[in-house]
């Protein structure tokens, strides 16, 4: 049975200014769905509700992988579970390589932390037996490979976590990331500010390359163009904190070429904060 990630008539809060108004969308493992709709609308706010950002508080409805709630997870949780949500602005972590971050979060999401902390405790807690990462020859071989699969620069994994990496080198960490996560759904939420053409075209080749039965994508975007590369089955119109219309690859061409305004013809004003459309 392919992983299931169903977001039920979802309704969130920020600061206690309510965003999210009954958001409803089933993801499937092997299935790629875009979400566009214009700013402010609550596209971040979506994607950092199904991550499990404290700063975001469910006040009705339910996200549920593969049947059971996830509302009760911690974000380390979920992304055991399978959930992967690469961050709008992901932040800097000098000091640490990409290599060390990966090996840290590829060993927390696969359980290597967990075990080693059981063994500390089932041992008395004097001395952990087992190593809380996974084997660093292991994962070495397994990095190497799948930098090469996304014809990524050995040196890129020796850099600090995003120290001055550029627009696109944000975007070849991310993608990297998921590589190595190898989550079961993700969540990808592109800005459209700072990414060239260059970026573009990684994140597509990249996620293109990771698409497959084993992964369901739902790609947050306002870039049609990034569809020309990325081919959604599924493209969902979000405006006032919620889905308006779903429908096939048509309809991002749709809104490409008549712009947001018949969306807010058709669906009233703009909630506050939201850009007019
Ligand atoms: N941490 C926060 N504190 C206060 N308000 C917030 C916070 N996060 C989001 N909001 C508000 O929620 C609304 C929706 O924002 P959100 O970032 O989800 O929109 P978006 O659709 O992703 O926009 P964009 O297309 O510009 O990325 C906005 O009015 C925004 O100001
Ligand atoms: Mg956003």
Redesign the pocket.
Known sequence: MPTELVIKDLHAS??G?P?LQGVSLTISQGEVHALM????????????TIAGHP??EVTGGDILLNGESILGLAPDERAKAGLFLAF?YPTAIPGVSMANFLRQAVSAVRGYTDRAKQAVTAGGGAKPIGSELMPMREFRKELTEKMERLHMDAAFARRYLNDGFSGGEKKRAEILQMAMLEPKIAVL?E??SGLDIDALRVVAEGVNSLIGPHLGVLM?T?YQRLLNYIKPQFVHV?YN?HIVQSGGPGLALELEARGYGWVREKYGEP?????KA
């Open positions: 920020v600061q200014k965003i709709g214009p700013n402010g609308s609550g596209k971040s706010t979506l994607a950092y700063h975001y709008q939420d800005t459209d947050i306002h979000f904190g909630m506050v904060g939201q850009e």
